[in-house]
C-alpha cells in the first residue's frame, strides 16, 4: 500500500521514509525544499533514500492542491503520512505569513485530500508547542492549550482543530502526533542541540537563554519514528470515539536541563564551550514534559534512547557530516 509522505526531505520525514520503505512500503515523497536552512541538508537526506525500495519524490507546495494531484497522476493513496510544515518557534516571530502559507493552507489542502480520496488512516504532526503557557506539568494531551506563546503554536493548535472538524463532519480517520524536542543524526540545524554542537567545534561562543532554567523533554529520532509509523498503523477508526481523531505526544518523558545537554554534547566533543548566558526569548517555553500514557497504551510506544546515548549517535555523525554543511 502506498503511502503518500509530506515533507520527506526533513528530519523526521526522512527517517521514518527510510523506516517504511525497509518494512517494504511504496512511499509517494513530497517536498518544497524550502530554504528556511540550506537545502542541501534537505538533498543529502533524499540520496539517503535512493535505491532503499519503492520511493518516488516529487518537489512541489503542499498548500497547492494541484501540484499534488498532478504529481500523484492519477493515484489515491489509502494512507497519508503528513510532517511538512514551517518550522521553528523564533522564525515565526520573523515570517509569520510562511507559517499561514504552510501550516494553515497547507494542512487544509491534505485534509480535504484526505476526504476526497477516502483514506484509511492520516496521520499528521502537531507539536509540543501547543501547550504554550501551561503551568501544568507533565503536558497531557487533555490539557487546555488555548494559551500559545508562539505563532507556531498558534498554526499548530489551528491544525488539530481544523483535523477536529474534518473528522466529526466527514468521519476522517486522523491522528494528531504532539513532537517534544526531537533530535539525533540528519538533524535540524536551528536547534539547540546542532547549533550548540557546531559552535563548540568552531570554538564560538554558545548563547544560552533564560541563564540556562530551561529543561526539555529531549526525544531520539528512532523513538519518533517507532511511534509514527505504529500511528500510522493504528487508526482512529479502531478505538471507540464518537469522533475518529485522536491526539498523542511523542516524548521521552524523562525531561533534562538544558545545562545538562550543553554538558553532555562538551563530553562528546571533548570541547568545553564559551558560554554566553541572556534572557529568555519570546515564544519560548521554560519546560516540556509529555505525558506519554495514552502512546503507551494505545500505540505500544516506548521510548527506548536516553540523551547521553542519543548524543553520542549525534556527535559521531555530526562529526563527518557538519563541515560540509553549507
Request: charge should be negative.
Amino acid at each position: 500500500m502506498a503511502v503518500l509522505l509530506t515533507g520527506v526531505a526533513g528530519f523526521i520525514g526522512a527517517h521514518i521514509a527510510e523506516a517504511l520503505l525497509l518494512e517494504g512500503r511504496e512511499v509517494i515523497g513530497v517536498d518544497n525544499l524550502s530554504d528556511y536552512y540550506c537545502p542541501q541538508l534537505k538533498h543529502d537526506r533524499l540520496r539517503q533514500l535512493q535505491g532503499i525500495g519503492d520511493f518516488s519524490f516529487h518537489q512541489i507546495d503542499i498548500s497547492s492542491r494541484a501540484a499534488l494531484l498532478s504529481a500523484l497522476a492519477g493515484r489515491r493513496p489509502r494512507e497519508i503520512l503528513h510532517l511538512a510544515a514551517q518550522a521553528g518557534v523564533r522564525y515565526s516571530l520573523q515570517n509569520p505569513a510562511a507559517y499561514v502559507e504552510a501550516n494553515l493552507k497547507g494542512h487544509f489542502t491534505l485534509l480535504d485530500l484526505a476526504r476526497e480520496f477516502e483514506v484509511e488512516n492520516m496521520v499528521y504532526a502537531s507539536s509540543s508547542s501547543i501547550y504554550g503557557g501551561n503551568t501544568k506539568i507533565p503536558f497531557s494531551e487533555t490539557d487546555r492549550t488555548d494559551d500559545p506563546v508562539s505563532f507556531y503554536g498558534a498554526t499548530k493548535k489551528s491544525n488539530e482543530l481544523m483535523a477536529q472538524s474534518y473528522a466529526q463532519l466527514y468521519g476522517l480517520p486522523l491522528l494528531g502526533l504532539r513532537f517534544f524536542t526531537v533530535y539525533g543524526p540528519w538533524g535540524r540545524p536551528d536547534m539547540a542541540y546542532w547549533i550548540f554542537a557546531e559552535r563548540i567545534l568552531k570554538k564560538e561562543p554558545i548563547h544560552i537563554f533564560n541563564h540556562g532554567e530551561m529543561s526539555r523533554d529531549f526525544t531520539f529520532i528512532d523513538d519518533i519514528v517507532r511511534g509514527t509509523v505504529n500511528a500510522l498503523n493504528r487508526p482512529a477508526s479502531r478505538l471507540d470515539l464518537d469522533v475518529p481523531h485522536r491526539i498523542y505526544n511523542l516524548g521521552n518523558d524523562q525531561p533534562k536541563q538544558l545545562m545538562d545537554l550543553i554538558r553532555v554534547t562538551e563530553a562528546r566533543f571533548g570541547i568545553e564551550a564559551q558560554k554566553v548566558f541572556e534572557p529568555m526569548q519570546n515564544g519560548d517555553l521554560e519546560k516540556t514534559w509529555a505525558n506519554i500514557d495514552r502512546a503507551r497504551v494505545e500505540l505500544d510506544y516506548t521510548p527506548e534512547i536516553g540523551l547521553e546515548d542519543g548524543l553520542e549517535q549525534f556527535a559521531d555523525w555530526f562529526r563527518v557530516y557538519w563541515k560540509r554543511y553549507c
